[in-house]
């Protein structure tokens, strides 16, 4: 059983910082790619950024600049360090990953999302 277990989320000002982290757990064989998606109300869920293990990174414009993905391979897990933020960025974000056990094929999994609310 896969599961991702994510943290980080909350409550700031306009133009603050905050840190997402998801940690996959389980009997994982191999993470080909780790990522954050968002939601917000009355919207579709939404690419937020993706990293790619041992290839690179993909972000959508509206955070370009202000967000970065990194990830610690042997932790299974992928943070997420938000700059700058903006009310538009208020919304539930998402963990995803794509990712095997011994005997599956590859298969995408979801976190149960966090909410991040920004606003003064």
């Known amino acids: 059983q896969v599961q991702l277990v994510e943290s980080g989320g909350g409550l700031v000002q306009p133009g603050g910082s905050l840190t997402l982290s998801c940690a996959a757990s389980?009997?994982?064989?191999?993470?080909?790619?780790m990522g954050w998606f968002r939601q917000a109300p009355g919207k579709q869920r939404e690419l937020v950024a993706i990293i790619n293990f041992g290839v690179g990174t993909n972000y959508a414009d509206s955070v370009k600049g202000r967000f970065t993905i990194s990830r610690d391979n042997s932790k299974n897990t992928v943070y997420m360090q938000m700059n700058s933020l903006k009310p538009e960025d208020t919304a539930v974000y998402y963990c995803?990953?794509?990712?095997?056990?011994?005997?599956?094929?590859?298969?995408?999994?979801w976190g149960q999302g966090t909410q991040v609310t920004v606003s003064s």
């Open positions: 995803n990953a794509n990712l095997r056990q011994a005997t599956t094929p590859w298969q995408n999994y």
């Open positions: 389980g009997s994982i064989f191999s993470v080909n790619m």
